[in-house]
């Protein structure tokens, strides 16, 4: 049985982690529930126990051994360094850590043995890298990729509840005839698709864009992997799409390579039976799984494959690889049980 904490329970992937830890009967001993002041004192329910949600201290990771943060990269960057000296253990959903050389960047199905170099923190990826890699992880057992393409569709709870609420608010607003109130993306999201998710960076890339290039390296191990993105946020609440171009070095095989897809952990085709059982947003919500269907030889070129994958972006994208991260851990003894 382990303590746990978790800073931004009342957010959107917070929430979510809950609802996992209970569904996977993870052994918690106790539990700690961190937000802002804004949410100090309120209650949670859970496992049938109403938890008082408290604000972070120096001393709150003191008797914890997990720590699981989904708040914002500025609380990341606080409570690092606080959950190191209290020798917990940091699963982190920011950006913050992913890149840095002494912090593993997980998906358990396919990079584990990474967690044995921790020194206190470990990052989730990006929720549009984690189901990406899970592909691309089957894919390169196929043949060497020369190069990956992908766009991303990207519902708006990736922006956290903030955004949620935006996008109802403005729905609510085009009902009434009222002018749509902007406040956390650059433009209207309600009717509308955005190619910005996260700021610009220097190369004309987006953050959100130079994160699938980078955590996608360094998870599958390839350093010098070929790869491209355009990250588009567009009006659906759950559930994050994309579209890849995948090509190999070879001639595409493609009951070889849905064969391999079919292997991979975590990994289900939707529509193999039947072409109108594509995975949509909608139809993979509240699923833990990643979701690939439209799997087609590339008309383009014999070397290439396009697919289009879709994984619930608060669950695998989140909540789920991080207590499965936080699994991996207990299984590969890297902390103490307590009694
Ligand atoms: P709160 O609900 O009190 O604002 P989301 O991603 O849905 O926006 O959620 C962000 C989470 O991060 C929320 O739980 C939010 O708490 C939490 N959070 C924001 N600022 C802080 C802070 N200063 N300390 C701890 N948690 C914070």
Redesign the pocket.
Known sequence: MYNLAI????????KKLLQVLNERNFPIRNIHF??????EGKTINFQNKNIV?E??KESSFQDIDIVFC???N??SKKIGPMVRNAKSILIDDSSVFRMDDDVPLIVPEINPEDIDGHTGIMSIPNCTTTPLVMVLNALKEFAKIVKVNVSTYQAVSGA???AINELNKQLEEIVQNKKPTISVFTHQIALNAIPQVDIFEKNNYTKEEMKIVNESRKILHEDMLPISATCVRIPTAIGHCESVSVEFDEDIDLSKIIDLLSHQSGLIISDLDDILKYPTPLNTENDHNVYIGRIREDLATKKGLLFWIVADNLLKGAATNAVQIAETVILRKKIQARI
């Open positions: 800073v931004g329970a009342t957010g959107a992937v917070g961190f937000a802002s002041s804004r949410s949600v604000t972070i989904s708040a914002t500025e609380i956290g509840s903030a």
